[in-house]
C-alpha cells in the first residue's frame, strides 16, 4: 500500500503519491524482444467485438489488417507470421504464430501531409487503426470528428499516476514526432490553441519539448497532483474553465488527447504505420530489471515478465495499466492491448487490492480526495442498497472512475466496483425507458392506424350502403312511372 495525503491546487482537490518512477524514468525505451506467439485482443471500445478478416493458417505481414470493428476501426497483424487460431481465453483474440522474419508491408505516408484537409487525416487516422492509447480505446478519428472547430486541443501528459514513465520517455526521447502527431490532431480538427500539458516533475521531457515546440504550441505546468491527468481536471486546470456536470470537456470547447496517441498519429500521418507497437512501463518491486519497453500489440504479458526478470515467489499483484486504474490480471498469457501503459510486478506492501473489505466507518478520507467533489461513500451506500436511481441523483454520472476514493479507503471497500456496477444500472434502466418509451410509441401509432382503418372501413359502408339505397331509390321510381 503506497501511503498518500490529500492535495488540493486551483480548485481541484486530489491525492498526492510518492511517484514510484525512480526505477524507470532516467531509463531509455528499449525495443521488447519478439515473441513467439501474439495474442491480439478483438475486444473493442463499448464491449464490441472486431470481424475477423483473415483466415485460419493464412501467412500474413506486418501492417496487414486481420480484423475491422463495428466501426471501421481496423486491427494490424504487428508481425510476420501464420494465423493460428481464434481463442476465447484469456479473452477473445486472434493468435498469430510469429516467424521471427517481421516483413512489414510497404508503408504509405498521407499524400500531403499536415497540407492534407481534415477529414483525409481523420480518414488517415481511422485507416491506421489509431484509438486512445492513453484512455479507454475509443476510436482517435470519431472523437476528432466530433471536434470539429473546438477551440483547445489539450496533449495530455500528465501521467500523474505512480510507477508510469512511458510517456515521460516518449517526451525525453522523441518530442519532435510527438509534436508532430499534436500539429496532425490540431488540423485534424482545426483548433486554435494547442497545449502539451505536463506534470512540473518531468525536467527531461519539458526541456525535450521546449526544445522541439515552435511558437504554435504552449506548453503548461502542472502540479504534481493525482488526478491532474483526467480529462474534466486537466480541462479546467488548463483553461480555468470547469466542465459542466454530466457533460463532457468538449461542452467548453476542449478536446484532450494523449502523448501516446499523439505519437502514433504521427507515425500514421507521416511514417504511414498502423497502429502496431506502444511504449509500456515495466515495474514493480517483483521485477528484477524495470525499464520502458516498445512492445508489439498482443505480447503476452508474462513475455515481458520473463524477458525483464521476474521473481515469482515475491509477486504478490499483477495489473495491467497504473496501480489505481490498472486491471489485476492473473493470466500471464494476457496480452498487451492498444491502452496497455504499464505492467506491474507488484511485491509485499506494494500490492494494492488483496486486503478483505470492512464496513464503511464513515471517516470521510473518500469524499476528502474525490476529484469531482462527490460523497463517494454516500454513493456507495445507495448503490448497495440497490437505489441507483438516488445515486444517479447524487452525481454519479460525474464520477470519472480515478479510484482515489479506493485508494484511501481504510476499509478497503471496493468502490470504484459498486459505480461501474452503479452506472451500468443506471444505463441498463435508461434502455428500458427508452424501449418502453418506443413501445409506447408504437403502441399508439398502431391503435391511431387501426382507427384510420375502422374510420375508413366504416366511410366505406357508409358509402357502399348509399350507393345500394340510390339503386333502389332509382328502380322504385322506373317502377312506379310504368
Ligand atoms: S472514483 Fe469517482 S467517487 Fe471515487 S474519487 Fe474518483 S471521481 Fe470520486
Ligand atoms: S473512506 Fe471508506 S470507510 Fe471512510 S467514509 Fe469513505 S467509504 Fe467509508
Not at 452 to 471: D, I, S, T, W, Y
Amino acid at each position: 500500500m503506497i501511503p498518500w495525503r490529500s492535495a488540493s491546487f486551483g480548485g481541484m482537490q486530489g491525492l498526492d503519491l510518492p511517484s514510484r518512477k525512480a526505477r524507470t524514468r532516467k531509463l531509455a525505451i528499449e525495443s521488447a524482444a519478439l515473441p513467439p506467439r501474439l495474442l491480439m485482443p478483438l475486444r473493442r471500445y463499448g464491449g464490441g467485438r472486431a470481424e475477423i478478416r483473415v483466415q485460419i493458417g493464412q501467412q500474413i505481414r506486418g501492417g496487414e489488417v486481420i480484423a475491422v470493428d463495428a466501426v471501421d476501426v481496423p486491427l494490424h497483424a504487428p508481425t510476420s507470421g501464420r494465423v493460428r487460431a481464434f481463442a476465447e481465453t484469456p479473452e477473445p483474440c486472434l493468435e498469430i504464430e510469429v516467424d521471427g522474419d517481421d516483413l512489414m508491408l510497404e508503408p504509405s505516408p498521407l499524400a500531403g501531409g499536415l497540407d492534407a484537409p481534415p477529414e483525409a487525416i481523420r480518414a488517415c487516422l481511422r485507416a491506421a487503426g489509431l484509438v486512445g492509447l492513453g484512455g479507454a480505446g475509443f476510436p482517435t478519428a470519431t472523437k476528432l470528428a466530433a471536434a470539429r472547430g473546438v477551440d483547445c486541443l489539450i496533449i495530455n501528459a500528465a501521467e500523474c499516476e505512480p510507477y508510469l514513465t512511458a510517456d515521460e520517455r516518449l517526451l525525453a526521447e522523441r518530442s519532435p514526432e510527438v509534436l508532430a502527431g499534436v500539429r496532425a490532431l490540431a488540423q485534424a480538427t482545426g483548433a486554435r490553441r494547442v497545449v502539451v500539458a505536463v506534470e512540473d516533475d518531468k525536467p527531461e521531457a519539458i526541456t525535450a519539448l521546449q526544445t522541439a515546440a515552435d511558437d504554435d504550441i504552449e506548453l503548461h505546468l502542472l502540479p504534481r497532483i493525482y488526478p491532474s491527468g483526467s480529462e474534466r481536471q486537466l480541462a479546467a486546470l488548463v483553461t480555468g474553465r470547469e466542465v459542466p456536470s454530466g457533460q463532457l470537456p468538449l461542452a467548453i470547447g476542449v478536446l484532450c488527447q494523449s502523448v501516446a496517441t499523439a505519437w502514433a498519429a504521427g507515425r500514421a500521418v507521416f511514417a504511414g504505420e498502423p497502429v502496431t507497437r506502444r511504449i509500456v512501463t515495466v515495474a514493480g518491486a517483483a521485477i528484477d530489471r524495470p525499464g520502458n519497453l516498445e512492445v508489439r500489440l498482443g505480447t503476452p504479458v508474462g513475455e515481458l515478465l520473463r524477458e525483464r526478470g521476474l521473481d515469482p515467489s515475491a509477486l504478490a499483484e499483477l495489473r495491467l495499466g497504473g496501480p489505481l486504474t490498472g486491471r489485476i490480471v492473473r493470466d500471464h498469457a494476457a496480452p498487451i492491448g492498444a491502452t496497455t501503459a504499464a505492467v506491474l510486478a507488484l511485491a509485499g506492501a506494494e500490492a494494492v487490492g488483496s486486503e478483505p473489505e470492512q464496513p464503511c466507518i464513515r471517516c470521510g478520507a473518500c469524499a476528502e480526495v474525490c476529484p469531482a467533489w462527490l460523497q463517494p461513500q454516500l454513493l456507495h451506500q445507495l448503490i448497495r442498497a440497490g437505489d441507483a436511481e438516488g445515486a444517479g441523483a447524487a452525481h454519479l454520472g460525474d464520477c470519472i472512475e480515478c479510484a482515489a476514493c479506493v485508494w484511501v479507503c481504510p476499509s478497503r471497500i471496493p468502490l470504484l466496483d459498486d459505480y461501474r456496477a452503479g452506472k451500468h444500472e443506471l444505463a441498463r434502466r435508461d434502455a428500458a425507458r427508452r424501449e418502453a418509451e418506443r413501445a409506447r410509441l408504437r403502441h399508439e401509432r398502431r391503435q391511431a392506424r387501426m382507427e384510420r382503418e375502422r374510420e375508413a372501413a366504416a366511410a366505406a359502408r357508409k358509402a357502399r350502403l348509399a350507393r345500394v339505397n340510390a339503386a333502389v331509390a332509382r328502380a322504385r321510381s322506373r317502377t312506379s312511372e310504368s
